[in-house]
């Protein structure tokens, strides 16, 4: 017989729906029932976990990180994983796309064919609970290596590669169907059929690390993409006779868009501006964390280069921001007090949107019956203080 727990807790959202008094029956990995607790009958010998007046909410999705506490996922070994994974939950992020940078062809494979294996074991429905330490991969972000080079930011020169469905396809193979999101420049000649490859095979594709006009935009988005990628950086400049791709990104709904929401990378009157465009409903916090996360001040690796970390600034030697080291939980904070909305309200831009994004709307980021048990409690002030992954505690 599977466990049961029931976790109590004085609020819980949904976040579609906010409960007050609310229990949370968990079946092994999945949630069973939520509701109002005079409404949800507990099961005799279920395990009672009483949170009191701390909140409940899904566990936070991350669709582009890179690494933290000294790992770069590009290492694709179980240890990277797991420690990024033990450090992720500590800040309430309980799935994440790995993301790649871009590298030589060789490292590249290996990346995809390390996190492919570890993403399919990871999420195998017989996965011992035991083997859950922390947040889960549920599959590869390629953020290149087809991306402009003049919008490179700190992926190296060297590596990056002209659109190529035959390349592709070698990363895929790779990775075994694991990839899920393709993030490409797409004025770059070759792009579109690039573009259109990509959908065929499933994938959700964001325009990125681009200098393309809104004319070229356009196209890319009537082509398929959906996604915005860290928008406003490495992005060519809006201006009020040129809007570039940040002007079709903020006004065509077709398109969601990622912010690394740290104040640094994009300064709070953007974000405000970002967020009357778009709307919350199509806002995803990313961390763009590096392995520097969670870190000392230093330097650190990003795939095969080196980027400075000062005061959680990271930086390439040549002075580009290079990733961040923030968190969701402090993103989501930092997102409320830029905007004046509250938790709750921005609550989507970590838990039901970027779930979308990955097409797991029904799996992660809700608390819905026969979901996944992904859960972060958290505070008054919405520091967590406990992360369960697939219905196991990992803190
Ligand atoms: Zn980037």
Known sequence: MKSVKAIIAGTIYTPLEEIRNGVILVEGHRIAKVGPRDQVKIPQGAAVIDYQDRTVVPGFIDIHIHGAVGCDL???????VAAVGKYLA????????????????DRTLNAAKGLGEIIRTSNSLQVGSDKI????????????????IKRRGAHP???????????????LDAAGGTVRILTLAPELEGALALLEFARSKGLKVGIGHSNATYEEAKSAIEAGATHAVHCFNAMRPFQHRDA?????????????AELICDGIHVEPTAIR??????????????????????????????????????????????????GSTIMLDAALRNLSAFTGLSYRECLPCITTNPARILGLEKQKGVIAPRADADLAVLDQQFYVTQTYVRGRPVL
């Open 244 to 256: 570039g791709i940040i002007g079709a990104v903020l006004t065509d709904d077709r398109i969601s």
């Open 90 to 105: 500590r800040h309430g992020t309980t799935s994440y796309a790995a993301t790649t940078v871009a590298a030589s062809l």
């Open 133 to 148: 330490t922390g947040a889960q991969p549920v599959c590869i972000h390629l953020e290149g290596p087809f991306l402009n």
């Open 74 to 80: 590009m290492e694709a070994t179980p240890e990277a």
């Open 157 to 171: 020169a060297s590596q990056i590669q002209k659109p190529s469905t035959d390349l592709l396809a070698r990363f």
């Open 273 to 322: 501006l970002l967020v009357r465009s778009k709307g919350i409903e199509r806002l995803i916090l990313v961390s763009d964390s590096l392995s520097g996360a969670g870190m000392p001040d230093g330097n650190y690796r990003l795939g095969n280069f080196t980027v400075h970390v000062a005061s959680g600034v990271c930086r390439t030697v040549d002075g580009s921001l290079a």
